[in-house]
């Protein structure tokens, strides 16, 4: 993650500066707009607000602008960041959007057709629970072959899962 601020202002600087770096995120500051480059999230102070948005959005598809006008409107993917502004209140800001990065990302790679790359259609079906012929059917399994046993006598856990997923298969080819 790389957050650059566009920024004249000493006291935004050291503050934005010294809260990303209490959350381990890369920063760079810039003074003026030829200087800007990639990144995750940019952060334009509010002396820089009337800058085309086209222009920024060459550099980063999330812009915050720091600024006191409350009347501004925004794109979705942008946001505000209201002046004046508490480390705390900053920090809480950085970590919303960069879970909307995040959840933007995984979208992006659902579009893949890499089986390698997990779905997030799929991720309900992993993590909805069996229902109750399901588990009855899951039980017989590993009482049948014994495995349950087996694992906890060895005290050998890590075979636990390799053992699930065989009767889970199994389960499925059943099923099929």
């Known amino acids: 993650m790389k957050i650059l601020l566009l920024t004249n202002s000493d ?62 409107k925004l794109d979705a993917n942008h946001f505000i960041i209201n002046r004046p502004f508490l480390p705390s209140s900053f920090i809480k800001i950085i970590k919303e959007n960069i879970k909307l990065i995040n959840r933007e990302n995984c979208i992006v790679t659902n579009s893949f057709d890499d089986e390698s790359i997990v779905k997030i259609d799929s991720l309900d079906a992993l993590t909805s629970p069996l229902n109750q012929d399901e588990i009855i059917s899951l039980k017989d399994i590993l009482i049948k072959d014994h495995a349950i046993d087996e694992v906890i006598e060895d005290e050998n856990i890590s075979e636990l899962d390799e053992i699930i997923d065989n009767a889970i298969a199994q389960l499925k080819d059943d099923n099929e």
């Open 11 to 72: 006291i935004v600087s050291k503050i934005i500066k010294l809260s990303l770096d209490s959350l381990n995120i890369e920063s760079k500051i810039v003074h003026d707009i030829n200087d800007l480059e990639s990144a995750d999230i940019l952060l334009v102070d509010d002396k820089f607000k009337d800058i085309n948005f086209n222009i920024m959005n060459n550099f980063s598809s999330s812009i915050g602008i720091i600024t006191d006008d409350t009347t501004l």
